[in-house]
């Protein structure tokens, strides 16, 4: 694959295989059940889910659990990632979210701690994906802050970014309301997440 972003290259190669070993396990289902049973609480007829940035699919598969009749797709820039989704039943798009053309509308389509990892400068583009891409709902699970703002990320700049990406949303496509929205908290007892603001919009 060619790339256009040094952030692409990065999740592709060998860092987003490290991830793949570091962000699995029991303990993160439990996490994603926790988190995305009080989001769907303010949703309805959802049967169709498209996920930007995947990974190995484990807020899919707790969607999985929780929708379970629900059809599910994500895309994924990281090959070994993309394969093992792939097995999981999951219909795979192996390409970077910035080069995705949607092939058809989903009830559903949502991020979780990706858009922080988008280039500032390829942020509107990946926000009209998530909105031609959705029939109905858009969901942005990300590290918030009122003002945009780049911090280190495991030893590496220029590599997670911060800012209000529903509120940039929204103001881009005002059809959008806001449907729901909550904090989880990374010292939770019973299902501690990363510190993750989620934003569910609706399309009037």
């Not at 007829?45 to 899919?60: A, M, R």
């Not at 090959?79 to 949607?102: C, H, M, R, W």
């Not at 709902?137 to 703002?149: G, K, R, S």
Request: proline fraction near 4%.
């Amino acid at each position: 694959m060619i790339f256009k972003t040094k952030q692409e290259t990065f999740w592709a190669e060998e860092f987003g295989d490290e991830y793949i070993t570091r962000n699995n396990g029991k303990y993160i289902l439990a996490a994603n059940l926790g988190l995305f049973s009080r989001i769907i609480e303010y949703a309805n007829g959802i049967s169709s889910i498209l996920e930007f940035g995947s990974n190995i699919g484990n807020n899919l598969d707790a969607l999985r659990l929780l929708l379970p009749d629900s059809d599910l797709s994500g895309i994924e820039i990281n090959k070994n990632a993309a394969d093992i989704l792939s097995k999981k039943g999951v219909k795979v798009y192996n390409q970077s979210i910035l080069d995705f053309e949607p092939d058809c509308k989903r009830d559903l389509t949502f991020t979780k701690g990706v858009l922080i990892h988008i280039n500032p400068e390829e942020l509107q583009n990946v926000y009209q994906k998530l909105y031609d891409a959705s029939k109905k709902y858009i969901l942005v699970a990300e590290y918030y802050n009122p003002t945009p703002v780049s911090i280190p990320y495991r030893g590496h700049s220029d590599k997670l970014f911060k800012r209000d990406f529903a509120g940039e949303i929204m103001e881009k496509f005002p059809d959008l309301k806001l449907a729901g929205y909550g904090f989880s908290y990374h010292k939770d007892n019973s299902f501690p997440q990363d510190d993750i603001t989620w934003f569910l919009m609706e399309k009037a």
